[in-house]
């Protein structure tokens, strides 16, 4: 871990696993990027923009309750090595009683945390803010591409609910479809049109939630550097509004930030991706 920042260690000093409440976890995967490239390098411009954030995030001091930062997974070897990797750093988190915090990355790192929570005693629901659905089974002749990380956490068992998705591709409308129960949504335009729905997520979804943000479910005005900056994305307002309503009554027990793609001098964007990683933080704080 030798040179790699900490998150918001200028305000938290480090603490130890077994005392913290969160764990970050640095994951810079990238190997299927299907438009533009760099998201290997989003976890250490998160990291370096954490410094920039105040110590607040509305009421609630997040970081107070102890954050430490993991070394950054190994990211060599095929992606099955590199997703039992995170997988392994997440259940310990979890299995301290530890909130995993990933940051990407592409999206197919999730992968990892959606099969630790899997595995738990407990049902978890994934809530996945995207400009796409990935819902494809393979892309590109690999079932691990970040367009298919929804499809394989479909294969889990874990219920969907999409949040901000205005381009899904045929397949992945058939696959809605198909499973009109397991994933459901709240699509861009219906955004637009209606708002933001309150209550959000329906009465049957799991009381233990994962959030899953890809940071191309943010209007490209917000958010720049990602691979592919869909047009017509959440507003930053949309996209906190729809966080605080989805973890009403739930509890937040991991989260992951991805498919940042840092460019030189977009200092916002790093900052922005540094701040939306700190205020779910603090939305998992609170329960």
């Known amino acids: 871990m030798s040179g790699q920042p900490l998150f918001h260690a200028d305000e938290f000093p480090a603490c130890a696993p077994d005392q913290a409440f969160f764990h970050v976890i640095p994951c810079p995967f990238e190997a299927s990027v299907s438009y533009g490239g760099g998201t290997a390098d989003g976890p250490a411009a998160i990291l370096a923009a954490s410094a920039q954030l105040e110590a607040n995030v509305g009421r609630r001091l997040p970081g107070s309750r102890g954050i430490y930062t993991a070394p950054a997974i190994d990211c060599s070897g095929s992606p099955e090595d590199v997703l039992f990797r995170i997988e392994a750093a997440t259940a310990k988190a979890l299995a301290l009683g530890a909130v995993p915090v990933l940051l990407g990355g592409e999206h197919t790192v999730s992968l990892g945390a959606f099969r630790a929570c899997a595995k738990l005693d407990r049902p978890v629901g994934l809530i996945q803010f995207d400009a796409h659905a990935d819902l494809r089974d393979t892309y590109e002749d690999s079932p691990y591409s970040h367009a298919c990380v929804m499809r394989r956490a479909l294969d889990l068992g ?108 977009d200092h916002a964007s790093d900052f922005a991706a540094a701040h939306l990683t700190y205020t779910l933080m603090d939305l998992a704080a609170a329960r």
């Open 158 to 265: 874990l219920p969907i609910f999409q949040i901000g998705v205005r381009v899904p591709s045929v397949e992945e409308l058939d696959c809605r479809d198909a499973h009109p129960g397991r994933i459901r949504h709240l699509d861009a335009r219906a955004v637009w049109e209606r708002g933001i729905p309150d209550p959000l997520l329906p009465p049957d979804f799991p009381e233990d939630i994962y959030v899953t943000f890809d940071v191309d479910g943010l209007d490209p005005s917000i958010m720049p550097a990602t691979g592919t900056p869909v047009p017509g994305g959440l507003t930053w307002r949309e996209a906190i509004l729809a966080l605080e309503r989805a973890c009403t009554g739930r509890r937040l027990v991991g989260c992951d930030v991805v498919e940042l793609a840092p460019r030189p001098h």
